[in-house]
């Protein structure tokens, strides 16, 4: 063969190859929106561009960095909105995502009910709260809020430990010390805050050997609703020694998008 052949017949193939690649590559991740399915272009990210409207304007607004409720950044009075002042916390500061509605809220569900594949997106989202935090810098282990054993396994997975492992940070790691030791109701099912105090008190406990005693944490979870399970949660850790605990969650329920 001589060289032009040579030449022509490689170009062929890589043609070929390229071609039979991307072909795959559109039958393995077919450009759709990993939300609603809605048929998406290549530069749209994920999601198309009626569920990137959602939750940008879920995630758009102001929010009250001890509460995480919405907030105008100027009705804040030392560091909380009007509605937390004279009030304990046992977590120091939140960040939040965004509000519980919209594309967020579905995506939320999704991604307890089997849809892991929406961590691309939630991950993301988990990831710029945590840099908007104002405590990112100081946190030196991500505390995933437990499931109970038999939850976790009829489930399969922690959906707040797999947000906790997409977080981005040079030198937090995620522990896992902090367990549930008591079966919960569901929180959706119970309707005032005090009904919902009482249903996670004393639920949560630290494994032996756990390293908390002076560090500063930040739990991690994907939905703040009353705020008794985060409370319940850094009551534990600050009786095991935590000095700070923070909280980052991907929504706050309860809250209206305008
Ligand atoms: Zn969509
Ligand atoms: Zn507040």
Redo the contacts with the bound molecule.
Sequence with gaps: MDNARIKRSVTIVKQTAGFGLQGLNQLLWPAV?V??H?SIGEGDNN??R??WGQLLTCTGGDYCPRCGRDASRFALVAGACPDCQGKEFHFDKIARGGVYAQSLQKMILSFKNSRTELDSVLGFLANSTLQGSSFSKEIEFFVPVPLHWTRRLIRGYNQSLVIAKKLKHPTAKISTDLVRIRRTKSQPAMTSPAARARNVADAFAVRRGHNFAGRKLCLVDDIKTTGATLNECAKTLKQAGASKVFALVLAVAGQNVS
């Design positions: 929106c939300n609603c809605e999601l198309c009626n569920c």
